[in-house]
């Protein structure tokens, strides 16, 4: 898709690669992170529940990009299908309402992976 559908797309191919690189920079720090803390002896297990950010930082990158949806450019109303920064604003009510949704439902979606995904880490021996 290459041009706005509400609740549906809102960025275009620049920006679907840019939450892309943010997904697997996230993850990978994640994975870093979590072999840093499996790997320490002397941190408390509750130091484990730390990685639930980087989790739910790549989450929302993947999400967003797999659904070719910017959840930020969807709470602020706005979309991109130019040079990175080149927002448009949308200015249907009903449109602004459902891009909303989206957002919220990436955010929700995001949360619920990262959250699934730590508490499997933090239960490991």
């Not at 450019?73 to 920064?85: P, R």
């Not at 449109?95 to 619920?112: E, F, N, P, T, Y």
């Amino acid at each position: 898709m290459s041009e706005y559908v509400p609740g549906a797309c809102n960025i275009g191919s620049r920006e679907i690669m840019r939450r892309r690189a943010v997904g697997i920079a996230a993850l990978v720090f994640a994975l870093i992170s979590g072999y840093t803390l499996l790997a320490a002896d002397d941190l408390a297990r509750s130091a484990r529940w730390g990685i639930f950010f980087p989790l739910f930082v790549s989450a929302i990158g993947f999400i967003q990009a797999r659904n070719k949806f910017c959840m930020a450019y969807g709470l602020a109303g706005t979309f991109n299908f130019g040079k990175i920064g080149d927002m448009e604003r949308v200015f249907d009510a009903e449109s602004k309402k459902v891009d909303r949704r989206k957002a919220i439902s990436i955010v929700v979606q995001s949360a619920l992976i990262a959250a699934l995904a730590t508490a499997l880490f933090a239960s490991l021996p």
